[in-house]
């Protein structure tokens, strides 16, 4: 048995032990860090289509090989939905590529900007709306 | 946990009185308290807007956020929606909760003015009793929607009063 199902395997069981909404309320500023910009490539493993925030666990392979569990913060369920993303958008598996920024205490946690499928498709992950900067290219700026 | 949440439900409708029954879902009443009035009002205040904010409202609106939505995994999707009449009835203290801080944060010596500050917490009233109904009538969906209403208003009044914060504001 090769590692990456192993990993696999074990992030999927993860995913599905973490209860169910361990995430408070916060405001951007309090969690995450707004000069720390990042990029994650991984495989979409648990959806929180949940108030005030949705979440999207994907399991990232670092440069180790080795699965990486990473939680994700969109924006509300309502703004997502006027940005064309239900809960059902995004299968369980689909490999995305996220655009966010970094927790400031610098675990596996990030607030989602963008999210990119495998054939180009953008989407925005509304995380303007929970207080994260503006770049311009915030739909309806 | 609950006899908690009933207590402090109760004992919030006697501090503003009022109870469930003299106001109907949907409907808010108007103060006609000034915010200028805190000198002469019987009103005793307990505590400051961060201490309702974070002792009462939070924990109120958490629960209802909590009980509806969905975890979407590999092994299928699970509701948060109680299952049982006893987590149904813990939603609506909590919804209550939000309702009645609604009311608290219009009090005399609490109110910031008698404008934006009256309309949002009476919009908060509004939105926690449609939360209880939602929870009464047991409908996961009406009860994810008046949670995304209670986060609209949240955000609104941080957005408008919390300086220097903007939208970055927590409750």
Redesign the interface.
């Known amino acids: 048995m090769s590692i990456k199902p192993f990993v696999t395997t074990v992030g999927?069981a993860l995913?599905?032990l973490l209860p169910?909404?361990p995430h408070?309320?916060?405001?951007?500023?309090?969690e995450f860090d707004a000069q720390a910009p990042l990029t994650l490539r991984g495989s979409v493993?648990?959806?929180?289509?949940?108030?005030?925030h949705a979440w999207f666990h994907i399991e990232v392979i670092n440069s180790d090989g080795v699965a990486e569990l990473w939680r994700i913060e969109g924006g509300?369920?309502?703004t997502l939905l006027r940005r064309g993303i239900n809960?059902r958008s995004i299968a369980?598996?689909t490999e995305i590529i996220v655009d966010g920024y970094h927790a400031k205490d610098r675990s596996n946690s990030a607030n989602g900007r963008n999210i990119t499928l495998a054939s180009g498709e953008k989407m925005f992950m509304g995380s303007s709306?929970?207080?994260a900067p503006k770049d311009g290219a915030d739909p309806g700026r | 946990m609950i006899r908690t949440r009933l207590s402090l439900a109760l004992l919030l409708f006697t501090l503003i009185g009022c109870s469930p029954s003299e106001q109907a879902p949907g409907q808010s009443q108007t103060s006609q308290s000034q915010p200028g009035q805190a000198a002469s009002s019987p009103f005793k205040l307990s505590g400051d807007t961060k201490h309702i904010m974070q002792w009462v409202l939070d924990p109120a609106a958490d629960h209802i956020w909590d009980s509806a939505g969905s975890i979407i995994t590999a092994a299928g999707t699970r509701e948060l929606a109680p299952t049982t009449e006893e987590g149904w009835l813990s939603v609506q203290y909590g919804a209550a909760v939000v309702a009645a801080t609604g009311n608290l944060l219009m009090m005399p010596g609490r109110a910031v003015d008698d404008k934006d500050w009256q309309k949002t917490s009476q919009a908060l009233v509004d939105a926690g009793l449609l939360a209880q109904s939602a929870a009464k009538a047991h409908d996961a969906d009406a009860l994810f929607d008046a949670g995304s209403q209670i986060y609209r208003i949240c955000k609104a009044c941080h957005s408008a009063y919390i300086q220097g914060e903007k939208a970055e504001g927590s409750p």
Do not use: D, M, Y
Request: net charge positive.
């Open positions: 999927l995913s599905i169910a909404q408070a309320h916060h405001a951007f500023g309090a493993v648990r959806i929180e289509w949940v108030n005030p509300t369920p309502n809960k369980i598996g709306g929970t207080g």
